[in-house]
């Protein structure tokens, strides 16, 4: 008996597997939390144009061909950029168009309210 030797107490073994698994739960969270943030900011970092800007893009891309495209979208879009200064050449511009507006055929553009057309927009911000 004598060569019997004593068995030996239950040795804790430290295992980590939940611990580790949580973190790796955790930080994932983290990261997609931080790329949904980034695609955010980046969605709404991206430059809207004005109203002003779009009505400035459509003057800058007027068809002189088609003169009732001209008459209308000059008077919708020239409208937002009426000041003090240009206000009584716009009125001039928009009454010489009315007889481009509400007519079914209409003659095609006087070249000298079309280069008027083309000054007030080339003066325009």
């Known amino acids: ?17 939940l611990e580790t698994l949580i973190g790796i739960i955790v930080l994932s969270l983290v990261i997609l939390g931080i790329l949904f943030y ?9 430059k809207r144009l004005t ?10 891309s007027i068809d002189y061909n088609n003169p009732k495209e001209v008459a209308y979208r000059f008077t919708t879009d020239g409208f937002l950029f009426i ?3 240009s206000k009584k050449e716009y009125r ?3 009454k010489d168009l009315l007889v481009y507006k509400y ?5 095609s553009l006087d070249k000298g309210l079309e280069n008027r057309i083309k000054a007030f927009i080339k003066e325009l911000k």
């Not at 980034?38 to 991206?46: G, M, P, V």
């Not at 007519?103 to 003659?107: G, I, L, S, T, Y």
């Open 1 to 17: 008996m004598e060569q019997l030797k004593d068995i030996k107490d239950i040795v804790e073994v430290h295992e980590h597997s």
């Open 38 to 46: 980034l695609y955010k900011n980046r969605r709404k970092r991206r």
């Open 51 to 60: 109203p002003k800007e779009i009505a400035l893009n459509n003057l800058k």
């Open 83 to 85: 000041n003090e200064n």
């Open 92 to 94: 001039d511009i928009e």
């Open 103 to 107: 007519k079914k055929d209409v003659p």
